[in-house]
């Protein structure tokens, strides 16, 4: 069975400019969230789907980062404009439907903004 | 509010060593615990977790007891390999699903 994975493995750019992230969960995982680690800091929850609806996005920093999950399979993370602080590695992770389930995770997209 | 608070790195042994990472936490009600790893160049693997008080988790050689009492979840093994070179992070789940972690300790085995 394929695990969660995400693409890219690494994006630099320049400050301003736009990046998307996308992450596949595993088949079936109704559940999907992102977190982020940036430089130095631990790991941070951004937003949890459930199918296709934000269950939860209080993590979310502020209004340049936009995530989709269109049709509840794949989601994309998009930062626009992206800043310095933006810098890290970006991780998401899948779950069956009910709350005990184990979050497995993919390995990451590391982001540098210049 | 939840917090997971893990000790600094890096640690390094040499191998067969016996290892112990330190991981308390503060948390309203009953949250699962978890150890999470991440080898060189790869993503966060589970490595072992807990669901409530007193429970063991355990894989590949590593353990960590649920201890209500001291609000820990501390990482153990008796004899560490230079494969088990990696960042160990801990983590507390919330009623909501969220995970919060630890920042994480970096292991280093030396032959």
């Known amino acids: 069975e394929a695990g969660v994975t995400q693409f890219p493995s690494h994006s630099v750019i320049e400050k301003g400019q736009t990046v998307t992230l996308r992450c596949d969960p595993i088949s079936g995982h109704d559940n999907l969230y992102w977190y982020r680690r940036v430089m130095g800091k631990e790991i941070k929850f951004l937003l949890h789907?459930?199918?296709?609806?934000?269950?939860?996005e209080s993590g979310m920093p502020n209004n340049r980062f936009l995530a989709e999950r269109t049709g509840g399979t794949y989601s994309t993370l998009k930062v626009q404009p992206a800043e310095l602080e933006d810098s890290g590695v970006y991780f998401c992770a899948s779950s069956l439907p009910t709350r005990e389930e184990t979050q497995y995770f993919g390995p990451g997209t590391r982001l540098l903004v210049l | 509010g939840n917090s997971v608070t893990q000790m600094e790195g890096p640690v390094t042994l040499s191998e067969e060593a016996f290892l112990t990472i330190n991981c308390t936490y503060t948390?309203?009600?009953?949250?699962?615990l978890f150890w999470y790893v991440q080898y060189p160049g790869e993503g966060l693997q589970l490595l072992l977790k807990?669901?409530?008080a007193d429970d063991k988790g355990s894989n590949k050689g590593f353990e960590a007891t649920y201890r209500k009492e001291t609000t820990s979840f501390h990482l153990e093994k008796g004899s560490v390999q230079v494969s088990d070179s990696a960042v160990y992070f801990c983590?507390?789940?919330?009623?909501?699903?969220?995970?919060?972690w630890g920042a994480g300790t970096k292991l280093i085995i030396k032959p």
């Open positions: 807990a669901t409530k």
């Open positions: 789907f459930v199918k296709e609806s934000k269950q939860d």
């Open positions: 948390a309203t009600g009953y949250p699962s």
């Open positions: 983590a507390l789940r919330r009623s909501n699903y969220q995970l919060i």
